[in-house]
């Protein structure tokens, strides 16, 4: 089967009117269809910069990389990924329903299909009620869950979501990353999912992939052996902490446990 | 974001809903806008009791203007000369009547006018989006136009629209009329377009360009709905300018019917009848607040557009 997204040697550079800023350099990875991948790492570590080279948001400057087999470009074309900001990004101009039917819309397909898959996605999000309803009568978390559907929206084999809770409070951001996990054991895609939470990281992924800045590399990639099944009973559990300190090991390059001692 | 719409707008402002104030305001606005020409009335009969009649001096320098009666008439004399005939002449049309026939004259050749400028600013506003170097190719020439007086232009319009003869096809005067009021009105037109359709956030456009979605597909969906709140200021401050415009032109073209011609005959008359130019003037402001709330009944039926409206 066909990696969902695949990346050797991928190299980024920006160039400004300061100088050449080297963003990503000789970035190895593959992400299996159907595996859930965080990318963590301290700001400018590039991570965000590997997903919109994912999303051919942007294009990278050398190496190459792929998406279930093709270029990013036809997979972006061919709408192979779904992708969710850590702006919510609803139009507010549209309903609720209108926000989630947005890319189908655009694909043209017919108002009854949407209009049912519309409301599939509403009750997998929680947000039935508020179908009717402005962005601007939700609540944040509400904004994000339906950014959350309507990147689910065409049934996409691969998901990219960039901090998609960052914005989101303490209780709001568990509950989201219970339903994430739950709504992507559902749908069955591959999740390439960025963000500066350790505990996040390593509740959501099978794999946790640690990126250095100045320039973005990969400097550990942590496999979480957790199970499929993850419910908010994991987050106390001691098998939970030992890879949150895995990951925090991995992001400091040294052991922090004998420091962690001390300031207790 | 461009030069342009950071040099002539100010920050745009955060989203914040409008709708909730709409209705039950309107009644008040139309109350405010009555006690503010009221207030007008009483402020200019304030200066004529304040101010002597020969001006204020400082000095030998006049710093207040005359306020005798044959320079500020009293507000109750210019309505009064409004209800009378137009000259002695009998048969004559009431003051009323003669300005009525006229606004309605200039304010038909303002709406044609501020509609092609209206028109062309969009079409020229997404031009300027489409390519950034378009952008950077017009805004200049965009600025540039405004400032040439429209009294240098009145005259070459009018010579080449003469010229014009497509089959049965003329060029009327009052098209030239209307040209040189598009030319004023395309420019808010022109600028709130574009900032418009530059104001979709980069999570937005990403979206759009995510779904691959094509250049006219995120024209249609994204922004142009995301302009509504920039587009309507802008097409009300047009109709305004579209009739200063048309009015100017009326005048520099030498166009009879309107009420710019209205305003040069009366004005004649100053020395006589002092009201009857002011009737003029008057009729002229009233009608640019006319075309304006003409057209911002356009956005009535946008009201889920308006969610944050540039005022």
Redesign the interface.
Known sequence: MTNAVEARGVGKVFSSRSGEVSALEGIDLHVAAGEFVSLIGPSGCGKSTLLRLI???DTPTTGELTVFGKTPQQA??A?D?G?A?????L???RTVTANVE??L???GVGKGERAVRAKELLSLVGLDEFAGH?P?QLSGGMQQRVAIARSLAERPSLLLMDEPFGALDEMTRERMQTELVRICAESGAAVVFVTHSIPEAVFLSQRVVVMSPRPGRISAVVPITLGDVRGEGLREDASFFAAVTAVREALHGTPVTARGVDLR | MTDLATTLAPERTAPVPVRPRERSTARRRILVGVLAVLLLAALWELVKVVVPDAGGHLGEASVLPRTDDLAMPHVWDIVERVLQPETSATGSPTVLGAMLSACWFTLRVALAGWLVGSVGGLLLAALMQRWQLAEHALVPWVVLSQTVPLIALAPLVVGWGGRIHIGAFEWQRWMSVALIASYLAFFPVTIGALRGFQSPPAAQVELFRAQAATWNRTMLSLRLPASVPYLLPALRLGAATAVVGAIVAEVSTGTKGGIGRLIISYAQSASGDPAKPWAAIAAAALLGLLAAGLVSLLGLGLGRYRYAEVR
Do not use: V
Not at chain 1, 85 to 89: E, I, P
């Open positions: 999303a051919d948001l972006r074309e709408q990924y992708i900001f850590q702006q919510a990004g139009l507010p101009w947005l890319p819309e655009l694909h402005f601007h």
